[in-house]
């Protein structure tokens, strides 16, 4: 299992279409469903389909999932039926997935799968894989969401049940699709459209091959798509189809530059997102309708952006955690204006003595040239000359370090929250389950007791696990701010390009809350641990990746909102036994009348007290220590990229 925001749009296309209340919104898979349950002849048959029904209502109607998720809990614990307790755990997670509510629905995934493991139920396990792979999907956590996904996929060989591998596939193509890779995308689902399906699947394989076409500009193949699909959601009443494909519909109007008609489709995706209160349809339409309207309805846009930062808010907001944020933040800002101007009084003065502590150890050279009798005196002064030289530097090296960590620091504050996001809701189920424990031991129910122990025992090992996640990033950064041990160790160095990408990126976004950007990641799969030592291919990768966003930023204030700033990190395997890593931008580029100093020490382009000038130099003498090659390719108003190979 492996490495989490949006599912990829699935879907597409157009039609008026008249609906109810929720109520009136069960498609004709829920009929079926309903029509089994009716028929069912034991506990365990109908603690199933309440199982399912769940899944299936929390497209549409969450309350009505709610209900039957806990109905298909409380019968399958009263019968002592686990399969049934995992199915129902799947419903739980489906459903608060579905609201945005992402802690709520890992809790209940991951008992889900861990349920499923400790029974080997294998079409269980695989759901709950693949429930999960979309839960990290949304926090655009891709590595793992594609982890969870593949082994799903393994499990679903040669087993249908009920679409559920379609769906797999469909969390598959949206990765491709997120990470620019649309080939891959188009290649997956059209195995899946050669391949078996039902009606239920059909469509929506259709909607997902119409957004794909959409997105390679193969518009009239789209459209036939589309309107396949909107005629199967139509007919079946499905809602959530629709919601996905009238939004799909705008992005096509949107590429072809029919505002109206953009406009339109939205207008219709919000209308029924609302109707059924799918809080992921109403976040994504209503963000487009705000800025769809911006140039022609100001009124308007200002409407749909202050329903946008709502859902936003109950989607992926806890007010005490903003609170804390907003406090830490303002006091980093206080910290970092001061420390700003401290650090650019202490560059200036430890330059001027670098230069000065050189300027002696000449004056002193030529005096001993001169003077061969006071050759021992000399000596002793150039020696101390030289031990303060050394110090100088050393101290300029860590002035470079201490500086890296501070960008660290806010990314690193980012990835603490979701450790510890755990540890609290855990900490807050344990003391529920304790003053539940208390009913049941003034009952005298001991079979209770030891269960609801054995919940709070399951409960604290996960406060530990993810206590100890958070420790170690800690621990990393403690580490990134001590000198270098010199000691090799193998290193994934995908996985360590890609949380340094995310540190780099939460760390300008601390400063700068205004800032956005498109992050673009290609890592070869095929590439196995090697040896380096990472504190210091980390400090390489984040003075790079620093770099990148400086550029990107710079240029964002020139040219404004008609310009999308853009960072990509790729790694690959080379034919003669190396490991190639690649940091681009489409920043201003690098004037050819500098890029052969820009490896140079105290050489920088950017303003006094921004930066020492050592970064680039210590990552050049960096990689040249784990004997690779660091290169520059760069064109004027074009962006610059930085590749460094590395022995395997």
Not at 277 to 293: D, H, P, R, V, Y
Not at 535 to 551: E, H, M, S, T
Request: charged share 25%.
């Amino acid at each position: 299992m492996g490495k989490a925001i949006f599912h990829i749009v699935l879907i597409l296309f157009i039609n008026s279409f008249g609906y109810g209340q929720k109520d009136n919104t069960s498609s004709y898979q829920t009929i079926d469903l309903k029509q089994q349950l009716e028929k069912a002849g034991s506990d365990s048959s109908r603690a199933l389909i309440w199982a399912e029904l769940s899944y299936e209502y929390a497209y549409s109607d969450f309350d009505s999932s709610l209900l039957y998720a806990q109905k298909a809990l409380r019968l399958s614990e009263e019968i002592d039926f686990p399969r049934g307790r995992a199915n129902a755990l799947i419903g739980f997670g489906n459903l608060y997935l579905r609201q945005g509510n992402y802690p709520q629905a890992l809790q209940y995934e991951f008992k889900a799968l861990e349920l499923s493991e400790q029974f080997h139920f294998k079409r269980e396990k695989a759901i709950s894989l693949m429930e999960l792979g979309y839960t990290y999907q949304d926090f655009s956590d891709y590595t793992r969401s594609i982890a969870f996904s593949l082994e799903a996929r393994e499990l679903f060989k040669g087993n249908y049940w009920g679409g559920y591998n379609v769906e797999n596939e469909i969390a598959i193509t949206n990765t491709y699709m997120a990470t620019e890779k649309k080939d891959s995308a188009l290649l997956c689902m059209q195995k899946v459209y050669d391949g078996p399906q039902n009606k239920k699947t059909l469509a929506i394989i259709l909607e997902v091959l119409g957004n794909i076409h959409t997105s390679l500009g193969n518009y009239t193949i789209a459209k036939e798509y589309l309107l396949r699909a909107i005629s199967f959601d139509t007919k079946d009443n499905d809602l959530y189809s629709l919601i996905w494909a009238y939004n799909s519909t705008a992005k096509l109007y949107k590429a072809n530059k029919q505002a109206d008609s953009c406009i339109y489709y939205l207008m219709k995706g919000q209308e029924l997102a609302e109707n059924i209160q799918l809080n992921e349809g109403i976040l994504i339409n209503s963000l487009m309708l705000a800025t769809e309207f911006e140039p022609v309805d100001v009124a308007k846009a200002l409407h749909y952006r202050k329903i946008y930062d709502a859902v936003y808010n109950k989607m992926y907001g806890q007010e005490k955690v903003l609170a804390l944020q907003k406090t830490v933040a303002e006091q980093q800002e206080r910290e970092q204006q001061v420390a700003k101007n401290r650090k650019a009084n202490e560059n200036r003065l430890r330059q001027f003595a670098f230069v000065v502590g050189l300027s002696i150890l000449l004056l002193v050279a030529l005096l001993l040239f001169r003077n061969n009798r006071q050759k021992q005196k000399a000596n002793k002064v150039l020696e101390k000359t030289l031990s303060y030289l050394k110090s100088t530097q050393a101290q300029l090296i860590q002035s470079e370090k201490m500086a890296s960590l501070g960008e660290l620091t806010a990314g690193i504050a980012h990835e603490i929250q979701n450790p510890l996001n755990f540890v609290n809701n855990f900490s807050d189920v344990n003391q529920e389950m304790l003053l539940e424990m208390r009913d049941e031991i003034d009952k005298g129910n001991i079979e209770e007791v030891k269960a609801i122990a054995d919940h709070i025992k399951a409960n604290e090992e996960k406060i530990n696990h993810h206590g100890k996640r958070a420790d170690a990033i800690v621990k990393g950064m403690l580490q990134h701010s001590r000198s270098s041990t010199g000691s090799k160790e193998p290193t994934d160095i995908n996985q360590l390009a890609d949380e340094y990408l995310r540190l780099a990126y939460h760390g300008l976004r601390a400063k700068n809350n205004s800032f956005n950007a498109t992050l673009k990641t290609d890592f070869d799969p095929s590439i196995n641990a090697i040896n380096l030592i990472p504190q210091d291919i980390g400090r390489v990768l984040l003075n790079l990746l620093n770099n990148a966003f400086y550029a990107v930023e710079e240029k964002k204030q020139q040219q404004g909102e008609n310009y999308d700033p853009t960072v990509s990190v790729s790694t690959r395997k080379t034919n003669n036994n190396r490991i190639e890593i690649s940091i681009a931008d489409n920043g201003n580029g690098i004037s050819k009348k500098i890029v052969d100093k820009i490896f140079q020490p105290f050489f920088t382009t950017k303003p006094t007290g921004q930066g020492t000038g050592l970064g680039l130099s210590l990552s050049y003498d960096i990689i040249k220590a784990h004997g690779g090659e660091i290169k520059v390719e760069t064109k004027e108003s074009g962006g610059t990229a930085f590749i460094f190979q590395l022995p395997v």
